[in-house]
């Protein structure tokens, strides 16, 4: 079965009480019973529920797995993996440019861990096997990275993790399932923050995590019930909706990008262009200072300034002061992140209009530059 035909059968067949092509939102948080303990498979809408059920079975089915718990935020998916399976002075190894939550969480969540975190540059397997060692737990993966898009040998990495004993986690938000299988390249968990393209409209915030089999799954199970950190019954509903448009989305989205892409690099003003040649993401270094950026990413047209990516509607950032401000500068430009990097999502909008929308913004930095110069 294709994947676009997947999306929109596997695991979602009508409603069979009321044979409704489109399932209900069950919006309920407690279910009654026939006596204790036993009931139709629900008692409590934290520990399960029907719509969040039909979710957590149709992203299993486009992984490729069978497991999957689905969570109030993608940094609570997180978070989930984490304290499940990190221990204190744990080693966990990370891309260079890992995502500025992910950061966040190892190192002042779990700060009381005395956690070892290695960045690595993991599109160079010598280094990553030299950083992998016996006491390496988690190894974090990011392909492609954010917001630099590095893509990485996931199959090469998780040989070299599994020959330590160690654990390989893939943050597939960026790919997608449609254009990256993480676990068949040899990953162990996979996470999505489902708020970006899965649900790919702007509208809710969500997190999911997936495991390959059933014993690296269950405690992972047990911190979603136990914690709490449990998506709405609507959120869970729109997301379903949305999926069922992400193939064609994520074409939109790529085809756009790729445009995108190919404009930026022919630019004076664009000093580096980021992008793998697949996806929905573009970054650029503007040549010009943090008063270029500031003046760039706020005057768009099309481009709204904010968090996030992977909606219908594009979308620009300035890394440095928004998604990755909880890394210290210093640390930034240590990890190949400088001040001039701008991150954009292309929305499904025509690549004209938003073509020609970045290059009215970088014309008017070379004309305002021209003029401090001349002055």
Known sequence: MHFATRAIHAAQPSDPLTGALIAPIYQTSTYEQDSPGVNLGFDYSRTNNPTRQRLEEVLAELEGVKHCAVFASGLAAEHAVLQAYLRPNDEVVVPIDVYGGTYRLLTRVFASFNLTITPVDTTNLAAVGRAVTSRTRLVWLESPTNPRLIVSDIKAIAEIAHGHGALVVVDNTFATPVYQQPFSLGADIVVHSVTKYLAGHSDLIQGAALARDAATFEPI??????????????????????????????????????????????????????????????????????????????????????????????????????????????????????????????????????????????????????ELTTA
Request: proline content about 5%.
């Open 221 to 370: 199970k047990f911190l979603q019930n136990a914690i709490g950190a449990v998506p709405a019954p609507l959120d869970c509903w729109l997301t379903l909706r949305g999926i069922k448009t992400l193939e064609l989305r994520m074409q939109r989205h790529s085809a756009n990008a790729a445009a995108i892409a190919e404009a930026l690099r022919a630019h004076p003003a664009v000093t580096k262009v980021y992008y793998p040649g697949f996806g929905g993401m573009v970054s650029f270094e503007l040549a010009g200072t943090a008063n270029d950026v500031t003046e760039f990413v706020s005057n768009r047209r099309f481009f709204a300034l904010g968090e996030s990516l992977g909606g219908v509607k594009s979308l620009v950032c300035h890394p440095a002061r928004m998604t990755h401000a909880s890394i210290p500068a210093e640390r930034r430009a240590e990890l190949g992140l400088p001040d001039t990097l701008i991150r954009l999502s292309p929305g499904i909008e025509h690549a004209d209009d938003l073509i020609a929308d970045l290059l009215e913004g970088l014309r008017t930095v070379q004309e305002k530059r021209s």
